[in-house]
């Protein structure tokens, strides 16, 4: 019993200390929304209020016209939905080789793509613009698509590790019914990797989403911007007469997609963080 006891007591600490984690990572998202539930002058008052009083929905409904969110949107969807597709499409395929097939080399191919990672990424920053730009594709959306369709490479390990603990003995049983590797990727692996992929396409959609280094460096005109291009031009019109609740606004905006995202594949998100966690 006093062994139940301390257990317990531990469990309840852990879970106080995790509580209050939560809370002080939920703290700015929650003063996010309700600044932009304030007025001009409610946001700058000292001491601050939590609850506004009264709700004000204007910079909801301004921040349309101040800056291009709604097209800010529309390219950050253009740029994440094919990066997204053909990107996990060619990774899962990359994985697949890698932990089932008889691949000559195979482990040291592996290593050596997972050592690509340990280059930074601002080395490789003006090579690639150069080339883009001899290309003539500066101030279009290729730069930022074209390389994501071949493949996410952190994407690729957390695949290969994932289908590891995948029994060999149904690609087997699949091979002496008949079945090419073709046809075993499509209807046993990816069946399988539903919650690893569901897991690594939220993290890779909050990527694009919330990049805004390379749309920076790749696009000129602003009907091109995508959404962190457009809260960044917000901001600069909006901090000179202190509009902190339409920034708000746009940034909870901004927001929506990922909780929806999150929201719609939170079990399959949660399932293969356990699996993947047992199986070390």
Sequence with gaps: MKIRTKERLVNTVIHIIMILVSLTMLFPFIWMISTSLKDKMSALEFPPKWIPDPFNWEGYTEVWEVAPLLSGIKNSLTIAIPVLLFGTLSSAMAAFAF???DIPKKNFLFMALLSSMMIPGMVTLIPQY???GKAGYIDS???L???GTLGNITMMFFFRQYLAGVPNELI??????GAGWITIFRKIMLPTMKPAIAAQVIFWFMGIWNDFMGPLIYLDSEENYTIQLALRLLNNMSE???EYPMIMAGAVISCLPL???????QRYFVDSMVVSGLKG
Aim: aromatic share 14%.
């Design 259 to 265: 909780l929806v995202l999150y929201i719609c594949f």
């Design 130 to 132: 150069l080339v883009w």
């Design 172 to 177: 087997d049983a699949a091979k002496i019914d």
């Design 99 to 101: 932990a089932k097939m």
């Design 141 to 143: 959306f290729i730069p």
């Design 145 to 147: 698509i074209l390389p």
């Design 240 to 242: 000179a007469t202190s």
